[in-house]
């Protein structure tokens, strides 16, 4: 099985601190992407990456950054955490190829900022 | 511009009923993907149904059928004989060829099953 998993499921951070959220998935996926969730917005995508070192940005990306050293890794960095960052953070990967490849999801970051 | 519609936020279903959750696409790309996610409570994405812009049939993956209507472009998400464990969110989406391989997310539809 695909196994997608993130470093916290819970996290809070005060205004101002350099937070880091990781991402790290077991199937040699291409593709790893960070979108976050908020109520009646949907998923909105903020980075994604299709190789070691590559990196797009989403639809989202102010007040983002992101790094993959790894293939397997993937970073989701607040350079200087805001409360309307607050949101749960969900990372994806794929497989690049076909448009039929589905994405597989970890179970989710919960991030309060104070 | 590419979009993904989900024009319901909210819906009810009897137990045991079939309900249809609508979801509409835009794209001038010919090749993609479209999909139907869960997402329950405890947060976690669950793949539940692909429909690629090529196949001719309708998918179907147990209770869950897809009605791909391409010259309309919607793509809903048809569940039968509602569980209440199908209560969630249901998010359809998109992936393009030509776009990075990257996912187009709807809004979500809540689902709520009542007993």
């Known amino acids: 099985d695909v196994k997608v998993t993130q470093s916290s499921r819970y996290l809070v951070k005060r205004t101002g601190e350099k937070v880091f959220l990781e991402c790290v998935q077991d199937m040699d996926h291409e593709n790893m992407f960070w979108y976050r969730q908020d109520p009646g917005l949907g998923l909105r995508l903020i980075y994604f990456s299709y190789d070691v070192k590559m990196k797009e940005k989403g639809d989202i990306p102010e007040g983002y950054s992101v790094s993959r050293e790894k293939k397997e890794r993937f970073s989701l960095i607040l350079e200087s955490a805001s409360t309307n960052q607050t949101s749960m953070y969900l990372c994806a990967s794929s497989p690049s190829g076909q448009s039929s490849y589905e994405q597989y999801f970890g179970p989710g970051t919960r991030l309060t900022v104070t | 511009a590419q979009k993904i519609t989900q024009t319901q936020p909210g819906m009810f279903v009897q137990e045991k009923e079939a309900v249809t959750l609508d979801c509409t696409y835009d794209t001038s790309d010919p090749s993609y993907g479209l999909f139907w996610y869960k997402q329950p409570s405890s947060g976690e994405m669950i793949f539940l149904i692909y429909?690629?812009?090529?196949?001719?049939q309708n998918a179907t993956e147990g209770r869950y059928s897809l009605n791909f209507q391409k010259a309309r472009k919607s793509a809903n998400l048809v569940i039968s004989a509602s569980q209440l464990g199908d209560s969630a969110m249901y998010f359809c989406a998109m992936r393009l060829e030509g776009q990075g391989f990257s996912f187009i997310f709807g809004k979500g539809t809540r689902l709520l099953v009542k007993p």
């Open positions: 429909q690629g812009s090529y196949d001719q």
